[in-house]
Structures are given as C-alpha cells and as structure tokens.
C-alpha cells in the first residue's frame, strides 16, 4: 500500500499484545525523523525474520524511539483499556527526541488525559499508512514475541514461543493441563475460573541460560519506565565506547544519574546489587568520569545509582544511589 503520510517529525505509536491470554501487552513509540526506511508496513503483514531485519534498522537509524510494558498483573489489576493508555504514556515518556504530531494507530487518544493530548490524531490503519507507526508496530511486536520465546524456555509445556500467548487450541489445553503461570491475565473472561487457583509457581518452570541480552531488554525497559516514573528525563540508554559502559543516564533536579541496572530472574537469589562489587564500581565511577568529559558534564552534579530487579516480568526490587 503506497505511504499517504511521511512527514519527518511525526511520533508514531502503536500497540501489540492487547488480545492474548497471557504474557505483556507492549507500545512502541517511534520518531523516525529523516530516515528513510524501505519496506516499513503493518507488523502482522511482515514475516518474523523480516520483522527482525527491520527491527534492527529501525533502532540504527530512528532519531528516536520508546517501548512501554505493562504486565499481565497489570492489566488484571487495572483493566485493559487503563493498562494500554498506561504503557503508552510509559513509551512516550522515553522518547526524547522532538516530534511536531503524534499519531496513535486506532480511534481512541490513548493520551488525551495528558499534556500531548493536543498534539495527537487518531487514524486507523496508520500502521498501514504513517512510516513512524509502522516502525513502533514493528519494534514492539519483535521485542514481544523476543519476550514471549524467552518464557517458553521457562515455562515447560506451554509454547509460548509458538502462540505468544494467544487463546488457540493448544494454549487452552496446557492451561487445563498444567494451570494458569504468572503470565496468565485472568481477568479475561476464558480465564475468569482460575482466579481462585494457585498459579503456577516459579519453581515449577523450565529455567534456560540467561543471556545478557536476555536479561538487557525488559529489564532494561522496566527500570527506565520507573526512573521516569520518579521523574528522570533519560538522556542515555546503553552508553557505549570501547573503554566502558553505562546502563541509563538520566536527569533529575539539576543531578545526572548513572544508573547499573542489574536482574535476578528469583528475588530468593539474592538481591542483584550484591553484582556490584568494589572492582564494578570503581569501573562504574570511571565510566562517570569518561562520560563526563567526553561530553564536559560538570563533575559536582553526577551521582552513581544501581536498580535491583526480579522476577518472569522483571520488577523494580531497589533502587539505590551509590554515592
């Protein structure tokens, strides 16, 4: 379908994961500014490995971009409509780029209690139309689908790679089979007669080996939603050079915090600040100093901190401020 809408500051947003029985429903939010990207639709209409090749030009070469979660406890707790405005509002929050329109793919304005109201329209098919929205729907879908296939290999017998948590045949059998997981949103209405049951304990899963890239994506983003949460304007995601690394920077109140962000699948295996060692912060302390001087940051105003989380969906455990 040919492209109606390619102004260059337009932040596009665009949701998956509203339908499933389980796992997070996920926005992405994305400004592509003046990149140029070849072969950007309707995620649904791509094939995963084409998802995945423009999922890593996307991020390359957007001049801007946000993922917002909300978890299927959440989504329980506060319903879906509230759940969905919440984690678009979470993907905006990291985006901070300029954008002169917001267009949200759909007819509701997920944003509309809030100071970007004005600057949003609504279109359906956007994800089909608007470049921008079709990049969020991409980013957004391969991080979910990532997330998805990763839980499959926690969680034996329920294919979660396979139906990403969609209600098929297969996934209603395993539920009867095994029973609902901390994944399972039971406030829906297929669902609705195990909320008196136990779920499925964390123990009872299949634990695979972690990877850093696996413990770097939602970990990652769920300790950036909850710095901005706090008030944090992030500047950096991912800091790198050849000499040292940083997780997050961000600002808050005239401060520029460098924040270690460090996951633990199993609260009961301790919490994951105990990683930080003195040999990691004296790495940590010097990437502070590289980083302010290759970007000559008064040092006065710079404050080390490290964020512990936990969990299947990993949640804030502590955050603390190292010196």
């Given at each position: 379908m040919s492209i109606v809408y390619n102004k260059v500051m337009i932040l596009g947003i665009d949701e998956v994961g509203r339908g499933p029985w389980a796992g997070p429903m996920v926005v992405g939010a994305v400004v592509l500014g003046g990149a140029v990207i070849d072969g950007l639709t309707d995620s649904k209409k791509l094939s995963k490995r084409r998802r995945e090749e423009l999922d890593s030009v996307i991020r390359e070469k957007a001049s801007g971009y946000g993922l917002g979660w909300v978890s299927a406890?959440?989504?329980?707790?506060?319903?879906?409509?509230?759940?969905?405005?919440?984690?678009?509002?979470?993907?905006?929050?990291?985006?901070?780029?300029?954008?002169?329109?917001?267009?949200?793919?759909?007819?509701?304005?997920?944003?509309?209690?809030?100071?970007?109201?004005?600057?949003?329209?609504?279109?359906k098919k956007a994800d089909l139309l608007v470049p921008s929205v079709s990049a969020a729907s991409i980013i957004a879908k391969v991080a979910r689908d990532r997330y998805m296939a990763e839980q499959d290999a926690l969680y034996n017998g329920?294919?979660?790679?396979?139906?990403?948590?969609?209600?098929?045949?297969?996934?209603?059998?395993?539920?009867?089979?095994?029973?609902?997981?901390?994944?399972?949103?039971?406030s829906f209405a297929p669902l609705a007669k195990y909320r008196k049951s136990s779920r499925l304990p964390t123990t009872h899963a299949k634990v695979a080996r972690t990877t850093t890239k696996k413990i770097g994506d939602a970990a990652e983003d769920e300790a950036a939603n909850y710095l901005v949460r706090k008030g944090h304007?992030?500047?950096?995601?991912n800091w790198k050079t050849k000499y040292c690394e940083i997780d997050i920077v961000s600002h808050h109140k005239g401060t520029i915090y460098f924040t270690e962000v460090k996951y633990r699948k199993k609260s009961d295996h301790g919490d994951g600040l105990a990683a930080i060692t003195n040999k990691k912060l004296n790495q940590m302390k010097f990437a502070v100093k590289f980083y302010a001087h290759t970007n000559k940051v008064d040092e006065k105003d710079l404050r080390l901190a490290a964020i512990s989380l936990a969990g299947e969906s990993p949640a804030i455990e502590t955050f603390l401020v190292l010196d």
């Open positions: 406890d959440e989504i329980d707790e506060i319903g879906l409509g509230n759940a969905l405005r919440l984690a678009t509002r979470r993907a905006v929050e990291q985006v901070k780029t300029s954008y002169h329109e917001i267009i949200i793919d759909g007819t509701i304005n997920l944003l509309a209690e809030t100071s970007k109201a004005e600057y949003v329209t609504t279109m329920y294919a979660f790679a396979s139906h990403v948590g969609y209600g098929t045949v297969a996934h209603r059998e395993a539920i009867e089979k095994n029973g609902v997981t901390p994944l399972h949103r039971l304007e992030i500047i950096e995601r």
